[in-house]
């Protein structure tokens, strides 16, 4: 337990030190933007959510080990997006991430910790990065990777409360279920990046 909160409380501080250097600006309105940016947009939600969903699937330790080391590394990605580095196909990766991520519940997936660790954060970065390349000019970094750190914190604890249901039989079908329509879902955002392509329009 004293492990899991230290891990929660370097998650929670390593973002807003790692951007201190970025820029001042607007702490309440930066605090607010970013934790908007994760909730306002459905192809991130879908993915947090997912992270709870299975780590509520694996059970102890994943259900708290996938929830942090998903923001933690997420932040990571928003120092990139914030520093204005390049990063590829960040969108379609997020359309993956749900994918990937929904699949991973919807089959009720059971690799082993490490790999599901790194699956998780590998996702978490593109994640991270999108948030960070839309840090708005007026806005103060530190709140700003607070914000988005603290939204994306509670999704995750929204899929671990829905993930309860796994308790029961009819729940358990349920939840894979979710996690096939999160899969959908992530095709959907997938194949709509992919019409807006050079050469691919409808």
């Known amino acids: 337990m004293k492990t899991s909160r230290f891990a929660l409380a370097v998650c929670l501080l390593f973002p807003a030190l790692a951007f201190a250097h970025i ?3 607007d702490i309440g309105g930066g605090l607010v933007a970013g934790f908007k940016h994760p909730i306002l947009g459905l192809d991130h939600v879908i993915a947090m959510v997912a992270v709870g969903l299975w ?9 708290w080990v996938l929830p942090v080391t998903f923001p933690l590394v ?3 990605g928003g120092i990139l997006g914030g520093l204005g580095l ?12 749900a994918v990937a991520l929904g699949l991973m ?8 910790l490490w790999l599901a660790g790194i699956l998780v954060a590998f996702f978490a970065i593109f994640h991270g990065h999108a948030h960070g390349a839309e840090l708005p000019d007026t806005a103060n970094a530190i ?7 603290v939204a994306t914190g509670l999704l995750h604890a929204l899929g671990i409360l829905i993930g309860v249901a796994q308790r029961w039989r009819g729940g358990a ?5 979710g996690g096939a329509v999160i899969a959908l879902g992530g ?12 050469g691919l329009d409808a």
Request: glycine fraction near 12%.
């Open 187 to 198: 095709l959907f955002f997938l194949a709509s990046h992919f019409s807006i392509l050079p």
């Open 143 to 149: 709140s700003y990777a607070v914000g988005f750190v």
């Open 105 to 112: 519940v919807a089959f009720a997936a059971r690799p082993p």
């Open 86 to 97: 390049p990063l590829p196909g960040v969108e379609i990766a997020i359309a993956l991430s």
């Open 173 to 177: 079908y349920a939840l894979r279920g």
């Open 55 to 63: 780590g509520a699937q694996l059970g102890r330790p994943a259900i």
């Open 23 to 25: 820029g001042q600006g």
């Open 74 to 76: 997420m932040a990571f």
